[in-house]
């Protein structure tokens, strides 16, 4: 975001005008990123765990349709651009200190993982044998074929 265009964030106030204040003021990290947790509308279900930087909340603020910042590739990402699986916004909501948000959004499309699944969080962490941490599938099914909706990236 350039300084001249509007915003829509507040600047940030002392601690209490940030954590019992109107104002929405985010604090972005030393990369100027925030997380970003989607859940499901309906189902309340962990989708993905994504981050923003200030121009893509203020897009996603505008359009009304979850804009992250892609970590890998080092630009905005319209969530659903390529693939179709956009998230609609019905709500956002910010912590305490303003450091990080969830997205409570309509997930239209076969699902929101890269792999093919409707949630990244299709595994869970178990303590297996001699107190070793492992991973079990919550969820096996794919939702839509991950080749056939971004080839062989």
Known sequence: MQADEPS???PRGSKSEVEEGSGFSPKFDQDGLIP???IDATTREPLMLAYM???SLQRTLEIGEAVYWSRSRQEIWHKG???GHIQRIVEIRTDCDQDAIVLIVEQIGAGACHTGRDSCFYRKIVT???GRAE???VK???AFDPKKVYGNH
């Open 8 to 10: 829509s964030f507040c």
């Open 53 to 55: 930087n200030a121009d």
């Open 135 to 137: 991973l079990r599938h």
């Open 128 to 130: 297996a044998a001699a």
């Open 81 to 83: 651009a390529t693939s």
């Open 36 to 38: 970003a947790m989607a």
């Open 140 to 142: 096996q099914d794919l």
